[in-house]
């Protein structure tokens, strides 16, 4: 017998048309991977991870994020599952605006161009809830702190990881001289924050505890006698771990070299009360009311300045200045028709120097609209 071997070309081909389909995936918060599994083997050069949608609802979702990017490899034993090691500013904006903070709340909408099959089939687009998460179980720690000098009073606070802006608690943390206990501490009432859940809180004290700081002169003039003894329940992570405590020193304490700055006044032209707000602590004490002239509007045709005034508040030092215009002033006030008879037309006009901070940085000029006026 002879053996004949032949090459038998195929009657037809069926090339594959089918779409590959992402079936499940999974989040790692901790270590910042979410694991892909395919339907069939994925051509790994065809991935764009900005394709996938991290969101907080399957439909109409109140928060989403696209990645920006990452770095995409081949799971070695399933060769049909990815892994993406995203961008750590990625995870944290997620988080940041709650997303994935828990199951329920973690989605991932993906669009075909997300990836393709070797034959260059595109992926079928959908939704799916994660299959499997891990939250993020490291407890928050605070890495550095600034104080924005005293007068001012503005706190930011760096975490290591993103923590919830509302669950912000400072009452019972303490600024202090030294990193042991002294004589020289302020325990602070409290704070509040207008910032997003992020790693970075700016926290504003409360006018009473700025006040205390300023007057004692020994805590917080500089890095080196600013220590923040942080509380562990002063703020918590969004998986509600709560914030390592400890004795902190400031990275710096920032000088601000403008002084206070009206930011609101009222004016009763019944008893001649005029009363104005600054945007940080005043010393009463220090006053100058001809530097204040109220006008009819921002670009005025009709102006008066005060010659003079009295105080009609305490002493102590605060925010708010409460002065008692003559009665020539109030009188001459009253026969400019036009001025200070409404909100439209009550302005206040402050020239540098009204009064001065609790550090003797004189105040600022500015120009503010009434918030209340009485006739």
């Known amino acids: 017998t002879q053996n004949i071997s032949a090459v038998i070309a195929p009657a037809a081909i069926l090339p594959d048309i089918t779409s590959p389909e992402l079936l499940m995936f999974y989040f790692d918060v901790a270590a910042a991977t979410l694991d892909l599994y395919f339907s069939e083997v994925i051509n790994l050069t065809s991935v764009n991870v900005s394709y996938f949608i991290m969101q907080s609802a399957s439909s109409s979702p109140k928060n989403s994020f696209s990645l920006s990017g990452g770095t995409v490899v081949r799971n070695p034993t399933l060769l049909s599952a990815l892994k993406v090691f995203m961008v750590p500013d990625d995870v944290s904006a997620i988080l940041g605006i709650d997303i994935c903070t828990n199951a329920s709340s973690c989605y991932g909408n993906f669009s075909s161009s ?103 002169r020994a805590i917080c003039t500089v890095s080196y006698n600013c220590y923040l003894n942080l509380t562990y329940d002063a703020v918590r992570d969004l998986f509600n771990a709560p914030v390592q405590s400890g004795i902190f020193q400031a990275a710096s304490v920032v000088s601000v070299t403008t002084g206070p700055q009206p930011v609101a006044f009222s004016l009763d032209m019944n008893t001649g009360l005029l009363s104005l707000t600054f945007s940080s602590p005043i010393t009463p004490t220090s006053k100058d009311f001809t530097k204040i002239t109220l006008q009819d509007a921002a670009s005025p045709t009709i102006s008066y300045t005060l010659t003079g005034g009295t105080l009609s508040s305490s002493l102590a ?59």
Request: proline letters at 3%; a neutral charge.
């Open 114 to 216: 997300l990836a393709s099959d070797y034959s260059r089939n595109n992926l079928t687009p959908g939704v799916l809830q994660v299959s499997g998460f891990s939250p993020d179980t490291t407890i928050p720690q605070l890495v550095s702190f600034v104080l924005y000098e005293p007068i001012n009073g503005v706190l930011t606070l760096s975490f290591s990881k993103v923590v919830r802006a509302s669950s912000l608690h400072l009452a019972g943390a303490a600024l202090q001289f030294a990193s042991y206990v002294t004589t020289s501490v302020r325990v602070l009432t409290g704070g509040t924050t207008t910032s997003s859940n992020g790693k970075v809180l700016d926290v504003q004290l409360n006018t009473q505890d700025l006040i205390t700081i300023d007057l004692t």
């Open 317 to 375: 030092p605060g925010v708010v200045l409460n002065i008692t215009l003559s009665t020539a002033d109030l009188n001459a006030i009253k026969r400019s028709a036009g001025l200070a008879s409404s909100l439209q037309n009550t302005y206040l006009n402050a020239s540098a120097g009204i009064t001065a901070s609790l550090v003797n940085s004189l105040s600022s000029a500015g120009l503010v609209n009434a918030i209340r006026t009485s006739s």
